[in-house]
């Protein structure tokens, strides 16, 4: 199949072409269909996968229906414009990226887009409202700011998108979408995209769209088939001094480190220069600017390993990412699916090893059940685990409390009495 088979215009099918791409992904040739036809759409594909593109261009399409713009010289510049497709994202990072396929993508087109996103000023975003906008990129709470200071206006909206609309809701925005949406029209397309949906997210979705299309590429909560998965058996108070050894040892650089707090990621880090490894962190107690430094600093592999939050790692997209370490796996089982999708991205192959320590057995137990796989555990020579430690008796239970406290905030559940 090709872009062109899609029912897209030419134009867009020339820039994507001239971009590289030949042929569309799997979670692009079922949705740019389904979403050209308006229907509304929840769809699930593994990290990676093409999932932007797959609504970016059915929308640029779309816009270009609507004004007839074929190319800037031939659009009329002087028409006024106003704000039709809305994307929310969970994260400034993921904005970016979106942000930055739709600017790629309607290169060649007169489409206006902008973003929004807290941690900066608000004021060149402001700005850049003033003359008008065709697409927004932004994160709920940003938009949350420019709707109460009256600087957009959101009663033409025909398209919004929810990308990893699972982070969203875990993360609690669930109050600022219900606002959000009090403000939209209800003759809309809505879209829903995200690597993992879970019960509860099945559940809101029959609240926000309207006899959807549901399009699963994968089997459910699956990951990245190019990703080759090892769990190293370590002591606690060891997993710095392996993390080292192994970056050091086999010459690896681009390293993504996942630990599960910000505290954490800034220790790790800074006990790894000591090692000799230089890194950063990226998390949500740094400065926006700060944060696009240490990834850009990454990239351009001027340190070797960026430790980073959950949070702060959505939508982080890196060219040829072949590591990630989960220093420690995550309390919700979900977030290890997103983890080790920044690698083994686009067909590339990567590896993701996970470190484990006494108590933290049950973490990995939640997530083999959400792969629906075992993941055999193993002993790196020289850092094998002290067999005589025990785990601390109320760990288990006092961490699944603290997820399922999380979940409810996030799906607006009253905690019982």
Not at 99 to 128: C, D, H, M, R, W
Not at 239 to 260: A, D
Request: glycine letters at 6%.
């Amino acid at each position: 199949m090709s872009f062109s088979s899609l029912g897209l215009h030419q134009q867009l099918v020339t820039t994507i072409t001239d971009l590289g791409y030949s042929e569309p992904t799997p979670i692009q040739s079922a949705a740019v269909p389904e979403i050209l036809k308006g229907h509304d759409i929840m769809a699930r594909a593994q990290t990676g996968t093409g999932k932007t593109a797959a609504f970016a261009l059915p929308l640029i399409h779309n816009i270009q229906e609507s004004y007839k713009i074929q190319t800037p010289s031939s659009s009329d510049e002087s028409s006024p414009k106003h704000l039709q497709t809305l994307v929310l994202t969970p994260t400034r990072e993921l904005a970016q990226q979106v942000f930055n396929s739709f600017e790629k993508y309607g290169k060649k087109t007169a489409i206006k887009n902008a973003i929004a996103y807290g941690g900066v000023s608000i004021n060149p975003q402001l700005e850049a409202l003033k003359n008008g906008i065709d697409i927004l990129v932004a994160t709920p709470g940003r938009l949350l700011d420019l709707i109460f200071r009256e600087a957009i206006n959101l009663s033409q909206i025909k398209q919004i998108v929810f990308d990893e609309a699972d982070r969203m809701l875990d993360m609690g925005f669930i109050t600022d979408i219900n606002r959000i949406l009090k403000v939209i029209p209800d003759d809309r397309q809505t879209l829903l995209f995200s690597a993992t949906f879970d019960d509860a997210i099945f559940k809101l979705s029959k609240k926000l769209l309207t006899t959807p299309k549901l399009i699963e590429i994968d089997e459910k909560n699956t990951a990245a088939s190019q990703v080759e998965q090892m769990v190293y058996a370590v002591d606690e108070d060891r997993k710095r001094e392996l993390t080292s050894y192994l970056i050091g040892s086999k010459n690896w650089h681009q390293v993504l480190i996942f630990t599960r707090t910000k505290q954490g990621a800034d220790a790790l880090a800074k006990e790894m220069c000591k090692d000799g490894i230089k890194a950063q962190t990226i998390h949500g107690d740094k400065s926006q600017g700060a944060r696009e430094k240490a990834l850009a600093d990454f990239k351009d592999k001027k340190v070797r390993a960026l430790v980073a939050t959950d949070v702060a790692a959505r939508g982080l997209d890196i060219d040829q990412l072949k590591y990630v370490i989960n220093y420690e796996l995550p309390y919700i089982a979900e977030d290890y699916i997103h983890r080790i999708g920044r690698t083994g991205r686009a067909g590339n192959k990567g590896l993701a090893i996970s470190l484990l320590s006494v108590g933290e057995e049950y973490l990995l137990e939640e997530v083999e059940a959400v792969l629906d796989a075992r993941l055999p555990q193993q002993w790196l020579p020289g850092y094998e685990p002290d067999l005589t430690k025990q785990a601390p008796t109320s760990r288990k239970n006092s961490r699944t409390a603290q997820k399922n406290r999380r979940k409810n905030r996030a799906y607006g559940k009253k905690k019982p009495k």
